[in-house]
């Protein structure tokens, strides 16, 4: 059955209010990596109707993947940005969404993000996530990035947490849970980072904080 | 007294160099940390034990660029943030 594009506005605007509901549509946001935290914060800014979605990732759906990403086995091969964008379009059509099926390094942020107004750092690696979050604080005056740190395993849920470090940057998780000490990442405890920064991420849309 | 002279002369020394080197009383990630006047980020990290790869630095509220950790010098009444990130997503 489709919807027209009325009638989705019609939908979240009675769940949000029109206020936030025109803030939330005028969002623009990108999702720097499409693994666990990023395909499900994206889904959930989707869901809310965040209007313009960038989606950023060189990689392919891998079946080990399932265990916490936001794919399904018919996506197993797939290029992730394709995956994601099928996907977020299943839950609203009428969303700008962009992909970008690249990997991302210090000398493609500045053309990469020149339109996005938040950045949502969803990476894997440690050093690509210091890459990113140091990239677009140092060449983009005015950018704000939500990034992720410790989220593996399935430790306390409540040790995760978003915090300000600095002005124009925002961290969310516990900090220590590093993934590579035999110590794997997990849907549930994977979503819980995911949504602090997806909700991180509509407050700032929304009020500005 | 010659021997005396000697151990004077030393003494005199010590308290003149270590009268020399001011120290300066910084704040990293909340904790009070004393160090030398003047010592460089770069040096600072090497010494800390932070893999200069996964890091974020925040000196005063400020991102330090990465290429500028060694000629950034830390003074008294600094506040630095440094993020030290981990795996996973």
């Known amino acids: ?4 594009k009325e009638e989705i506005q019609e939908a979240l605007c009675r769940r949000h209010t029109p206020e936030i509901q025109e803030r939330l549509n005028k969002g623009r946001v990108a999702i720097s990596g499409l693994g666990g935290l990023g395909s499900n914060a994206a889904s959930a800014l989707a869901r809310i109707g965040v209007g313009h979605l960038h989606l950023i990732d060189f990689d392919r759906v891998d079946l080990t993947n399932l265990n916490r990403q936001h794919y399904f086995m018919r996506h197993v091969g797939m290029y992730k940005t394709d995956a994601l964008r099928e996907q977020l379009l299943d839950i609203n059509p009428y969303l700008d969404i962009q992909t970008d099926c690249v990997r991302v390094c210090e000398e493609n942020i500045k053309e990469l993000f020149a339109k996005d107004d938040i950045i949502c750092e ?3 690696v440690p050093e690509n996530k210091a890459m990113l979050v140091n990239g677009v604080l140092e060449q983009f005056p005015d950018k704000i990035v939500v990034s992720a740190s410790g989220m593996a395993g399935y430790g306390d849920s409540n040790m995760i947490r978003t915090r300000k470090v600095a002005d124009r940057f925002y961290l969310c998780g516990d ?3 590093d993934s590579g000490a035999g110590m794997g990442l997990m849907a549930p405890r994977v979503s819980i980072c995911a949504g602090h920064e997806a909700n991180l991420i509509a407050r700032l849309l929304i009020d500005g904080i | 007294m010659k021997g005396c002279t000697t151990a004077g002369v030393f003494l ?12 300066a009383m910084i704040r990293v990630n909340g904790e009070a940390r004393m160090l030398e006047e003047g010592v460089n980020l770069l040096d600072f990290l090497g ?4 893999q200069a790869a ?3 630095v925040e000196k005063n509220g400020e991102i330090v660029p990465k290429s500028s950790y060694g000629e950034t010098m830390l003074h008294d009444g600094d506040v630095l943030e440094i993020v030290s990130f981990v795996g996973g997503g």
Not at chain 2, 47 to 50: A, N, T
Request: hydrophobic share 40%; aromatic share 18%; charged share 25%.
């Open chain 2, 12 to 23: 005199c020394g010590l308290l003149f160099w270590s009268m020399g080197k001011e120290d």
């Open chain 1, 175 to 177: 900090e220590t849970s």
């Open chain 1, 122 to 124: 969803a990476f894997d």
């Open chain 2, 54 to 56: 996964r890091i974020a």
């Open chain 1, 1 to 4: 059955m489709a919807f027209s």
């Open chain 2, 47 to 50: 010494q800390e034990g932070y």
